[in-house]
Nanobody, 116 residues
Framework: QVQLVESGGGLVQPGGSLRLSCVVS????????MGWYRQAPGKQRELVAS???????NYVDSVKDRFTISRDGAKNNANLQMNNVKPEDTAVYYC??????????WGQGTQVTVSS
């Protein structure tokens, strides 16, 4: 059974940092591109960052120079380092394969709330 488990969310003040982690079980994704997505209340889910199996990364303009996506050596996971967060980053964050790779069942996500 394929399962994605996201963690690391929470309440953070504007300008602060968070590190999100995602672990994939039940499927080997080391050859897939992985992505972090977010869904804010009343909005559609959007891809904010992606990383290929070779380590090439891509970001949506709104998070460039603030967020960093990475994967560990085994590559069956994905991390998202969020720096200098803003209130507009408030959303539920999910990981999954990037649109260029076969999708997996969505996990529960992890809530990120940016507020003073």
């Amino acid at each position: 059974q394929v399962q994605l488990v996201e963690s690391g969310g929470g309440l953070v003040q504007p300008g602060g940092s968070l590190r999100l982690s995602c672990v994939v079980s039940g499927s080997i994704v080391s050859f897939y591109a992985m992505g972090w997505y977010r869904q804010a209340p009343g909005k559609q889910r959007e891809l904010v960052a992606s990383i290929t199996s070779g380590g090439s990364t891509n970001y949506v303009d709104s998070v460039k120079d603030r967020f960093t996506i990475s994967r560990d050596g085994a590559k069956n996971n994905a991390n998202l380092q969020m720096n200098n967060v803003k209130p507009e980053d408030t959303a539920v964050y999910y990981c999954n394969t990037a649109p260029s790779s076969p999708p997996l069942p969505w996990g529960q996500g992890t809530q990120v709330t940016v507020s003073s």
